[in-house]
């Protein structure tokens, strides 16, 4: 459920309606627009059906919300939502780039990668300290020495760094590190990591899983909202079909979707979503003309020799180049 204050209602009706639902033993989520305060009402179906709340001064309405997603839907927050991670800011207009290797493999590499991304533009420095393969044989990481080369790479470049958590006992440990935490395609439904990451509060990019419904994502980024924590971007990074030429199949079609159902900021994953390095380009410039928040794009000094993604992964002349044509379609969407 939703409650709608009237524009006219005073701080104690606010309190008032908030006395009434903690009184059922359900929680309260303020969204503060311009006009109108929304509280989102969670907890016990039962409880939720039995709550009266239109009497109450300073209320214009509640509204029954009928997906099972409350807060990171758009009824909840009717705004676009900004997530800033320490002055960074992913959406509402602002055009955000992540870029970096899939993995950490030394300093040279990431020091090497680091500077590529930041000269052409892009604001996060990606790369996995942690990598979960799906043969066990592949190349796992470097752990924390992984984490200290990207915390050293990016303060040297003037990075936000991102990188992915893939066990919850390592939140504390990625926290010293990263400013921002991956929850990659394949834990986007370990309920019990974004649970631990919602307490955390750290932003969260979450990626969208190999099979998964766009319902089933947002149900994964509201186990991490209704623990409090609702600094959280969505990432497309394309799903699993019959298609064999690309990795995964980018869709696109996501993003318009997202914008309709939530308020949260959605980036795109071209360098996954195809598999193809000669895709990357063409399929940034789509995701920003159907109005993404963002990109992250894999970047390797020199892919042909990475131990993770090298196919898939850009040079830095051709980070570059996809980046001038990225500008060119920001420009044209207006877009900063």
Partial sequence: MIIVMSPSSTDE?????????????????????????????????????????????????????????????REFHPQDSVVDVDGVKIGAGHLTVMAG???????EQLMEAAKCVKDGGAQFLRGGAFKPRTSPYDFQGLAEEGLKLLRKAGDAYGLK???????????????????????????????????EVGRSKKPVLLKRGLCATISEWLNAAEYIASEGNMNIVLCERGIRTY??????????????????????????????????????????????????????????????????????????????????????????MGRE
Wanted: overall charge negative; aromatic content about 4%.
């Fill in 161 to 195: 760094v991102v990188t992915e958590i893939v066990n919850q006992n390592d939140i504390d440990l990625i926290a010293k590190y990263a400013d921002m935490f991956q929850i990659g395609a394949r834990n986007m439904q370990n309920f019990q990591l974004l649970k």
């Fill in 243 to 332: 298609e064999t030429f690309t990795r995964n199949t980018l869709d696109l079609s996501a993003v318009a979707a997202v914008k309709e159902l939530s308020h949260l900021p959605i980036v795109v994953d071209p360098s996954h979503g195809t598999g193809r390095w000669q895709m990357v380009q063409p399929m940034s410039c789509a995701a920003i003309a159907a109005g993404a928040d963002g990109l992250i794009i894999e970047v390797h000094p020199h892919p042909e020799v990475a131990l993770s993604d090298g196919s898939q992964s850009l040079t830095p002349k051709n980070f570059n180049a996809t980046m001038d044509k990225v500008r060119q379609i920001a420009n044209l």
């Fill in 13 to 73: 009706d606010l309190k008032r309606v908030e006395n009434a639902v903690e009184s059922r033993g359900l929680r309260c989520h303020l969204s503060k627009g311009e006009e109108r305060t929304i509280v989102g009402v969670i907890g016990d179906k039962k409880q939720i059906s039995q709550l009266e709340v239109n009497m109450l001064p300073g209320v214009e309405k509640s509204v029954r919300i009928t997906e099972k997603y409350k807060l990171v839907s």
């Fill in 101 to 107: 290797p899939c993995a950490v493999e030394s300093e």
